[in-house]
C-alpha cells in the first residue's frame, strides 16, 4: 500500500490500542473501536486487534489505582483477572455484529523461535479465514522482565510483519506525532512521514500516568519496525479509528519501504 488514499481497499489490518485509551475515563472508547472495527469487517476485511488493558482493568479488583511496576508477581496475577474482563467486554461489544473475538496470547520468545512463531501465523491465518478476530496480548501471566515485548507498540508492529498485514493503526491518546510536545507553542502535526526520515525530536506524549507502558518512543519505534517490514502505519487517537480505517486524513502517515 503506497498512500493513504488505498486504505479502503485494505485487505488486512492490525490495530494497536493501549491501556490508557480504553480504560479509566476512556472505557467508552472500546465500543468506538469495536464499531470501527466491524465496519471493516462487514466490507471484507481481516482485522487484527492487539489491546492491553489487562492489568490496567483489573487494577480496581486489587485494591491499586496504578500499575504495580516494580511487582511482577502482582502484575501477573492481574493480568490473569483483567484478561478475562477485557475480553468479555470486547465479545460483549462484538455480539451486536455477529462477530466472535479469539484471545490470542504471545510473549517475546515465541515470535524469536522458529516453530512457535510458524505456529502462531498458522493459528491467525486459520482464525482470520473463518472469519473471527483475533484479539491479540502479550501474556503477562508467564512473562517476565527478560522476555517481555516492554509493550503492545512493539508487539503490533511484529505481529502485522507475521501476518504481512497491508496496513498497521497505532492508536493513541494524541491524534498525531508532533514536532514538539503537543500543547507547546508552534507544536506542530505531522502528517506524513518518509520512509528513512530521522524523526529525532519528534513527540506525539505520553500514556496516562500508571496504567500503560508505552509512549512517544516506543510508538515511533513500532512505527520504523513494520515500516521497514513494509506495512505502512496511521498513528492517530482512538477516537479517530473509524476516519483513520476509512482513509481519511486524520493521524500521522508513515510510507513503508517496498516489499520484495
Known amino acids: 500500500m503506497a498512500s493513504r488514499s ?20 476512556n472505557v467508552g472508547q472500546l465500543t468506538t473501536i469495536v464499531n470501527a472495527l466491524a465496519a471493516a469487517h462487514g466490507r471484507g476485511v481481516e482485522a487484527i486487534l492487539v489491546s492491553s488493558g489487562a492489568i490496567a482493568t483489573a487494577l480496581p479488583h486489587f485494591g491499586l489505582e ?3 511496576t516494580h511487582d511482577l508477581v502482582t502484575e501477573q496475577a492481574a493480568a490473569a483477572v ?11 461489544a462484538l ?10 496470547l504471545l510473549t517475546a520468545g515465541d515470535l524469536e523461535q522458529q516453530n512457535t512463531r ?8 486459520k482464525l482470520l479465514s473463518l ?25 503490533a508492529a511484529l505481529v502485522a510483519e507475521l501476518v504481512d498485514a497491508d496496513l498497521l493503526v497505532l492508536l493513541s491518546d494524541v491524534d498525531a506525532l508532533y514536532s514538539r510536545p503537543p500543547g507547546e507553542p508552534d507544536a506542530e502535526p505531522i502528517e506524513f512521514v518518509t520512509y528513512g526520515d530521522d524523526l529525532a525530536g519528534v ?3 505520553d500514556v496516562v500516568p500508571g496504567v500503560g507502558t508505552g509512549g512517544a518512543e516506543t510508538k515511533v519505534g513500532a512505527a520504523i519496525h513494520a515500516t521497514h517490514a513494509g506495512v505502512p502505519v496511521i498513528l492517530t487517537s482512538a477516537a ?3 476516519p483513520a480505517l476509512a482513509g481519511e486524513p486524520v493521524g500521522t502517515w508513515f510510507e513503508a519501504a517496498g516489499r520484495t
Open 240 to 242: 479517530n479509528v473509524g
Open 118 to 125: 510458524a505456529n502462531a501465523r498458522a493459528a491467525m491465518e
Open 82 to 92: 483483567g484478561q478475562t474482563m477485557l475480553m468479555v467486554r470486547y465479545q460483549d
Open 95 to 104: 455480539d451486536a455484529f455477529g462477530i466472535v473475538a479469539a484471545q490470542v
Open 66 to 68: 496504578a500499575r504495580p
Open 203 to 205: 513527540q506525539i506524549g
Open 6 to 25: 488505498e486504505v479502503a481497499a485494505a485487505k488486512r489490518i492490525v490495530v494497536k490500542v493501549g491501556s490508557s485509551s480504553i480504560s479509566g475515563d
Open 131 to 155: 472469519r473471527f478476530l483475533p484479539i491479540v496480548n502479550e501474556n503477562d501471566t508467564v512473562a517476565t522482565s527478560e522476555i517481555r515485548f516492554g509493550d503492545n507498540d512493539r508487539l
